[in-house]
């Protein structure tokens, strides 16, 4: 178990690394971007001395390296810094602007992603690989056809075009389902489940079938090894061969694209919320790249980044404990 | 009527069909056969005999990409060609199991010995899992597995492949059924391990009394396992007939031809005296990627003209050696001396002449040749590389090389490999060899892969290319009529060190290292009785 315990750890370490060397190019990405907050904010009205001042209150005048360790030092302390812009709308001068810290804005938004991604991914991935398996099961039939028409459209299809067709039909001609999914603090439980069920039905649409064809493939990848063969004369039935004696080799393709598409539930969804207007983190990302609010954009960035690299680690460790090579040692 | 002559399966007239991608073509084209309750039939014949194929079908059984085309095959009152899937899956496991080629393959790396072992007893009702481990614990002791206890609740892979090997057998017997068939179950051991299932098989197989067909390439092999054989022949029957009579008086040619095979012997060169020696290696060590040393202060020469044969089993480093000379494995110390003149480790300092010297062919011709590159192609790329040959010159180089192999330049010269038999692929791996012409060629395990008639075809060649062209060859083998049939020495390595080399006449005459002594004894010979002399003789030392 020693063997596992260093593997595990070696590749929290490996994640760690990742992690450092994407602070760093996010964050001197976002240096190179052209303007900086103080442009932004000044828009029009800006001189060479008014900006001079600005970027001095705000710290922009000091070098790019220094600032980056001085995030650093604040990331890691869980302090992603105060939003540059925020203030600026709120208050009456520029000195309130400190007020307003990035995790205040970020947070409570991250969390409805993330309830948003974990809805859509209770209801997706059970569905997609018991779907896969179902469809390994009955390989080259009618139904594995019809159910690779339905994947690729639904894989190619836009995911707002998909978000419009939903809304067109549960919402506006069937009225089951609001098409706002705007929620609040004071709904129950339940009130937020069916609020945002079509933008959950959604992303369910959209990685289902990734994930599905992935799980079929896999499976079917096994079904010519020698051990499968044993198993069938064995007299087992095919349902039984395939849960029995494929799926279990099966799982580390099929972790890697759950994962994958779990980070993409919480990264890549901004088209989704922006349609059913949820309050999201894709929309304050996009928000802070337009006013250049380079804190808010330098911490979303860092979070979808973490998000992946943590999703991908999770794979690796499932992957490396369903391995019997790996658990069980010679 | 004694329960002895009970017939448990008959097949009559039995025609299956294989899928080429295109069309439905015969592989097995008519064959009849009878299998008593308790009785143990060899079915023998080379590659595409159709013998695995009969095999599966005699359980019932199609592979993907076969089908049934003609004929009968009754089990025990049950006819298996019209029986529905789910009337069969009754009879598998339970009544009709299957021993595989690949132990290692065939058992599921994701779930422990035992469990599959139970899952065909507790899935036909037959044991409780509770009845049916202990049962297999039995079982494991039975066959003579080290800690049978135990050994059941360890994964595939913490198993080695001949203890895996039994460990199948075991799983066969688990449900008592009435047929086994085995399916080249000792092809891919080595011949020590080979040599104890073979036993365990035989005596298992006799304690229960299970009929079983016992599927091989390996005459010597059969003759110890079966009462009755039958030879095929591109699907077809060639001749049937108890194992003794068989052995001794074959009536048609080409079961005679079969039997001919291990007579392939050439005259023993001497090493020449007064001579330095062509390829001398000092010493080495090796290990891949730090890991422990593969080869331990290996050392050999080799002279001008002549072929050592470097033997031993899986895991003694004999392949670790052709890498380090071919500069593919640079080894942590010691030096190799080509022609006197000391090797770069690596085959990247070397000059273009000394990698021209040194070439090497493959075990698998399958996997050593671009399946996308024509025959003219494979050849002429090292012919140009090596030997600077373009345009018209090239071509007749290429044509002359393939008259070396004995292969019709004008037929085979814009073949690709997927259009060549197995014997074909692997002369064409030989003409790619010479193409960069060559003193020196390493040859690893090339004939192990072939039914025997192609191999010694093979083996003829490589002799009269070494007269004709004076090549010295390093030939890596774990087969000992393969030696006795070309090398002029031998090495033999166990554990990554040599444990001796000399001629091939000091090596085969006693006295003997002990590792040499288990080899030589370990090959299984034709004589039908041989297994039960040599397994008397080993129990009777040791005890």
């Known amino acids: 178990m020693d063997g596992l315990a260093f593997l595990i750890i070696k590749r929290l370490f490996y994640g760690l690394l990742t992690l450092l060397a994407l602070s760093v190019i996010i964050f001197f990405m976002v240096e190179l971007l052209p303007g900086d907050t103080a442009t932004s904010l000044l828009a029009m009205g800006k001189t060479e001395e008014t900006l001079a001042a600005m970027r001095e209150q705000m710290g922009l005048d000091r070098p790019a390296v220094v600032r980056y360790f001085e995030w650093l030092g604040g990331v890691v302390q869980g302090d992603f810094g105060n939003s540059m812009v925020r203030g600026v709308h709120t208050s009456k001068g520029v000195s309130d602007m400190a007020n307003v810290s990035v995790i205040s804005i970020i947070s409570e938004r991250f969390m409805n992603t993330l309830f948003l991604a974990t809805y859509a991914a209770v209801i997706a991935v059970p569905i997609a690989i018991t779907l896969g398996v179902l469809i390994a099961l009955l390989r080259n039939s009618v139904y594995d056809r019809i159910a690779n028409v339905l994947t690729l459209t639904s894989i190619s299809s836009p995911e707002f075009f998909l978000a419009y067709i939903l809304i067109l039909y549960l919402a506006l001609k069937t009225g089951l389902f609001p098409a706002i999914s705007t929620i609040k603090d004071d709904m129950t439980f339940f009130e937020s489940l069916e609020r945002t069920f079509l933008p959950a039905l959604t992303l369910v649409l959209v990685c289902i079938a990734h994930m599905m064809r992935m799980t079929r493939a896999a499976i079917i990848n096994l079904l010519a090894s020698p051990y499968i063969e044993m198993a069938q004369m064995k007299g087992i039935p095919p349902w039984k061969v395939i849960v029995r004696h494929a799926l279990p080799n099966a799982w580390a393709p099929i972790i890697n694209v759950v994962a994958l598409n779990l980070a993409y539930l919480i990264t890549g969804v901004v088209l989704v919320e922006i349609v059913f207007v949820y309050p999201g983190i894709g929309q304050i990302l996009v928000d802070a790249v337009t006013l250049r609010d380079f804190p808010v954009v330098q911490a979303c960035c860092l979070i979808f980044a973490t998000t992946f690299i943590l999703l991908n680690l999770i794979a690796d460790v499932v992957a490396i404990v369903t391995n019997p090579r790996l658990r069980h040692p010679k | ?543």
């Not at chain 2, 092999?221 to 068989?246: C, F, N, S």
């Not at chain 2, 004999?318 to 080894?331: E, F, H, Q, V």
């Not at chain 2, 003829?460 to 002029?488: C, G, P, S, W």
């Open chain 2, 1 to 543: 009527m004694s329960s002895e002559n009970e017939i448990i399966l008959d097949i009559k007239g039995l025609k299956i069909d294989g899928f080429t991608g295109e069309q439905w073509l015969p592989i097995v084209k008519g064959v009849n056969l009878q299998l008593n309750k308790g009785e143990v039939l060899g079915l023998i014949g080379e590659s595409g005999a159709g013998k695995s194929t009969i095999g599966a079908a005699s359980m019932g059984f199609s592979r993907d990409g076969t089908r049934v085309s003609g004929g009968t095959i009754n089990f025990m009152g049950t006819e298996l060609t019209t029986a529905s899937e789910s009337q069969k899956r009754k009879l598998w496991g339970a009544k009709i199991a299957y021993v595989a080629q690949s132990a290692a393959a065939s058992f599921n790396p994701a779930h422990k010995i035992i469990d599959q072992h139970t899952e065909a007893p507790t899935h036909h009702n037959l044991f409780s899992k509770s009845d049916s481990e202990s049962d297999a614990v039995d079982l494991y002791n039975r066959l003579k597995l080290p800690d049978p206890d135990q050994i059941g609740f360890r994964y595939p892979h913490q198993v080695s492949g001949g203890q895996l090997q039994r460990a199948m057998t075991a799983m066969a017997m688990s449900c008592r059924p009435d047929l086994i068939i085995f399916d080249e179950p000792t092809t891919a051991l080595d011949v020590t391990t080979q040599i104890e299932v073979l036993a365990s098989i035989r005596d298992i197989v006799d304690q229960f009394g299970t009929a079983a067909i016992y599927i091989t390439h390996d005459l010597a092999v059969v003759a110890q396992m079966a009462d009755k054989i039958k030879v095929l022949l591109k699907g077809e029957e060639v001749e049937e007939a108890p194992t003794e009579r068989m052995m001794k008086s074959p009536k048609e040619e080409y079961t005679k031809s079969l039997w001919a095979v291990r007579s392939h012997q050439r005259k023993q060169k001497t090493r020449p005296e007064n001579s330095d020696a062509f390829l001398s290696i000092n010493s080495i060590d090796a290990s891949y990627s730090n890991g422990p040393k593969v080869l331990d202060a290996v050392s050999f020469d080799i002279y001008k003209g002549t072929t050592v044969a470097v033997v031993g089993e899986s895991g003694s480093g004999k392949s670790t050696a052709a890498r380090c000379i071919t500069g593919l494995l640079p080894p942590s110390t010691g030096k190799i001396l080509l022609d006197g003149k000391e090797l770069p480790s690596n085959f990247r300092d070397r000059s273009k002449d000394q990698l021209r010297q040194t070439q090497m062919i493959y075990q698998m011709a399958d996997t050593a040749l671009n399946p996308k590159v024509k025959v003219k192609e494979i050849i002429g790329r090292p012919a140009e590389f090596y030997e600077g040959f373009i345009g018209k010159d090239l071509d007749n180089r290429v044509d002359e090389l393939l008259e070396l192999i004995e292969m019709d330049p004008g037929e085979y010269r814009d073949r690709l490999p997927p259009e060549l038999s197995g014997g074909q692929k692997q002369r064409i791996g030989i003409a790619r060899a010479l193409a960069a012409n060559p003193s020196f060629i390493i040859c690893d395990e090339i004939t192990s892969a072939l039914d025997q008639l192609v191999a010694e075809g093979i083996l003829k060649l490589l002799d009269r290319l070494q007269n004709e062209l004076d090549l010295t060859y390093m030939f890596i083998t774990h087969d000992l009529a393969t030696v006795r049939a070309i090398a002029d020495e031998v090495v033999v390595m166990q554990n990554g060190k040599v444990v001796e080399q000399g001629p091939k006449t000091e090596m085969f005459t006693p006295p003997h290292h002990p590792y040499t002594d288990l080899l030589l004894s370990s090959i299984v010979e034709m004589d039908p009785n041989w297994l039960t002399t040599v397994i008397e003789k080993r129990e009777g030392t040791s005890s």
